[in-house]
């Protein structure tokens, strides 16, 4: 079986969030991998909404600009649906879809999962498909309002397989039409 081309998207976290640009701009080499000045040349990269933007140790925005990403580089904007289930956080689709339109080439779909376990009711995970459903079609409709394009992935969630087709059949199916 092949999965096709697989690429492994490294992110940009930790200390380069809470750093300045010194921290990885050390002498003639970058202590990154996104720029030719790098130790070593790796053209991806993924950057999260929430640690990104709306990070409490982060002052602005650290998006593409800032960390001096160039346009060859592939940039996947994480939506931050994790940090929506482990902080409890809101997040609003249509800021994660500008954020997105900005910043990044290919955009994660902003998920609600409903946890990391075989051990969860069909309501539950109707519910959560159905906002994540319409956190994608928010998120669809602001981007495509503008001229820039950006490649949409919804995420699909699921440890068993009746919760995979049910978050598939709520969540993504419709998108396709």
Known sequence: MSLGKVVFVPTISGPFLRESPSLWKQGKKYL????????FYYPYVLISYYYSKLNPFVVGNLNREYFEIPREVLVVGDSGGYTVYT?????????????????????????????????????????????????????LNTLYRH???????????????????????????????
Do not use: C
């Open 32 to 39: 990154n991998w996104w720029t030719r000045k790098s130790v």
């Open 147 to 177: 001229d820039k394009p950006v490649s949409f992935y919804p995420v699909l969630h699921g440890l068993h397989p009746k919760h995979i087709v049910e978050w598939y059949n709520i969540a993504i199916k419709p998108l396709l039409k």
């Open 87 to 139: 902080k409890k956080v809101e997040l609003d689709p249509a800021d994660v879809a500008l954020w997105q339109m900005e910043n990044v080439d290919i955009a994660i779909g902003l998920d609600v999962p409903f946890g990391f376990t075989e051990n969860v009711d069909i309501d539950t995970v109707r519910r959560h498909a159905k906002k994540s459903h319409n956190n994608y079609v928010i998120q």
